[in-house]
């Protein structure tokens, strides 16, 4: 079994900076949380980008391949970050759709999404956003420890 040795210097360090971060570390979590996210959300828009467009009507022997321009356009236009909520203690923020928001056909945008991530009986499954959420999870962890770290060395020098 793998050990790892802990100094009590160690650890009285890393106390003396949670210490010191009081009401500071809110803002902290906030900022690593936020840049996280955001790295997730760009790859979902770069994805919505990339969605094919076919203004075709498809059938359940030819499914269409993609989704109408104003569709495409509805959904870059609704997705965005949702703004911080601390529930419990817990700093968390949403990435998707606003609701209700709809396209220029009146169209839900929310619905478009999740018709095209998981296929329709007349459309072809484009999983645009569970295949950014593969992508970029790691990178948003390690950015979100990035700086969370920076922002410790910095209130800890002040």
């Excluded at 040795?5 to 971060?21: C, F, P």
């Excluded at 467009?53 to 949702?82: C, M, R, Y």
């Excluded at 990435?95 to 007349?122: E, V």
């Amino acid at each position: 079994m793998p050990k790892a040795k802990v100094t009590t210097n160690a650890i009285n360090e890393y106390l003396q900076i949670i210490r010191s971060l009081g009401e500071n570390a809110e803002d902290v979590v906030k900022k690593a949380v936020y840049e996280g996210s955001a790295i997730i959300a760009n790859q979902v828009s770069a994805n919505i980008s990339a969605i094919p467009i076919d203004e075709s009507w498809g059938t359940e022997s030819h499914p269409k391949n993609g989704i109408t321009a104003v569709e495409k356009a509805g959904l870059q236009d609704s997705f965005g970050i949702a703004d911080m909520q601390d529930d419990n203690g817990f700093i968390n923020t949403l990435i998707g759709f606003q609701q209700p928001d709809y396209n220029a056909n009146g169209k839900a945008n929310i619905m478009i999404a999740r018709a095209t991530q998981s296929g329709t009986s007349f459309s072809k499954k484009i999983p645009f956003f569970a295949n950014a959420l593969r992508a970029t999870r790691g990178q948003a962890r390690e950015r979100m420890v990035q700086v969370a770290e920076e922002e410790f060395k910095k209130l800890s020098k002040g």
